[in-house]
């Protein structure tokens, strides 16, 4: 198994990767959209443009031994991660198992075979059925963007109506080899931010999983493991209703939930997700000794108004990577935001669910009243 003392992450936001691979021993280049402050803290290059890496225009032709780790949402982009597999060893699944898990039908269709709820898809307005909700999604959609209520609009290019179903919004983490497939844990996610129902706003992990619900999570992630080919890293969005997973959707790559788990649990979780890719990983991040919490969440922050971003922001030179920042996801000074966009990530750490839950929920509203202050400071 060859060692890889480097490793390339490329998605959308890729700060949260970075820290994993940093904690799991490997040097980090990145690409993604925003740059962040502290994603420059842990890359050992400056991040280049996730337009740049989309348009092939970086990447291609450079060190091929340099393993790379994509996050969302490029599972939706199949041409794309057959490029980046040309560019050097994928550490994730490939093009060829993510088409079909992401194909909402072919998915359903597989776990209703394997005794596992899901939700009724459909591709054009159900007749007769004035009683029960809908909810408009696209193929190419993640984190709940383009996700709204149906109310007999177009469904568009890519469109499909998904049942949808009254309950707690849940996520599972799964870990695959070539051999086997393990639970890792179960957070809640949270969503609707800037008048975005479904968006992504953030989530907290692990919960309690009662062992019947357990067992059903677990004969899931065998599902996909068997008939898909899953490996790594990958999550499965849930509703859990009186105690029956419905599976709205599969991730098959890194998830925003991963850091979490980390944090609680002292476990470099992308070690093993590179060896499921056959990789090595380098010698560990070394770890401060320090009690783990029990719970770790995280909020999204997003403006609601139109914003220049002017705080000054430090990070220091050679941050602890298991160390939990308070804040995440920083932007630099002069960044500029629209209303409905994420500016920062607020992270929380506690003894309980309900008490991580409670000390976001009040930080997020002080950060509220902030951005309304810098938004009328800079207007």
């Known amino acids: ?20 691979a940093r904690r799991a021993g490997f040097d980090v280049e990145a690409a993604d959209a925003f740059g962040d402050l502290d994603l420059r803290a842990v890359t050992r290059s400056d991040p280049v443009s996730l337009a740049a890496v989309c ?35 994928l550490l994730g699944n490939a093009a060829e198992i993510v088409e079909p898990v992401r194909d909402p039908f072919r998915l359903s269709a597989t776990l209703r075979a394997a005794g596992v709820a899901t939700p009724d898809l459909a591709l054009s307005a159900p007749a007769g059925l004035s009683g ?18 149906y109310s007999g609009q177009a469904l568009g290019d890519g ?10 919004p849940r996520s599972a983490l799964f870990l695959g080899d070539a051999q086997r497939v393990v639970l890792i844990g179960m957070s809640a996610c949270w969503s609707g931010a800037a008048g975005r129902r479904y968006v992504y706003r953030g ?63 002292g476990h470099a979780l992308l070690r093993a997700h590179a060896r499921a890719f056959g990789v090595e990983p380098p010698a560990e991040a070394r770890r401060q000794p320090r009690p783990l919490p029990t719970c770790v969440g995280k909020a999204v922050v997003y403006t609601r108004h139109d914003l220049l971003w002017s705080r000054p922001a430090t990070i220091r030179s050679a941050p ?17 935001f629209r209303p409905g966009e994420p500016v920062l990530t607020l ?23 902030r951005l309304k202050a810098l938004a009328q400071a800079t207007a």
């Open 203 to 265: 989530g907290l992990a692990p919960l309690p999983i009662p062992d019947p619900l357990r067992e059903t999570l677990e004969r899931i992630g065998r599902v996909l493991h068997q008939v898909f080919g899953l490996r790594g890293l990958f999550g499965v969005d849930l509703i859990v209703c009186d105690g029956i997973p419905w599976v709205l959707e599969v991730n098959p790559r890194y998830t925003a939930s991963v850091e979490l788990f980390e944090y609680a649990t």
């Open 1 to 20: 198994m060859p060692q890889a003392p480097c490793l390339r992450i490329v998605g959308a936001t890729a700060r949260a990767a970075a820290w994993s």
């Open 132 to 149: 029960r909700g809908w909810l408009l999604k696209h193929r190419q959609s993640s984190g709940g963007t383009g996700v709204e209520p």
């Open 55 to 89: 348009s092939g225009q970086a990447f291609v032709g450079s060190d091929p031994t340099i393993p790379l780790l994509y996050t969302g949402p490029l599972e939706n982009e199949p041409d794309l991660l057959r490029r980046l597999a040309a560019c050097g060893l």
């Open 320 to 336: 602890d990577p298991w160390r939990l920042p308070r804040h995440a996801d920083l932007p630099a000074p002069g960044s500029r």
């Open 159 to 168: 469109g499909y109506l998904q049942q949808k179903i009254d309950g707690q």
């Open 347 to 369: 992270l929380e750490s506690g003894p309980r669910p309900t008490l991580v839950a409670h000390r976001l929920r009040r930080r997020l509203a002080r950060w509220r009243g």
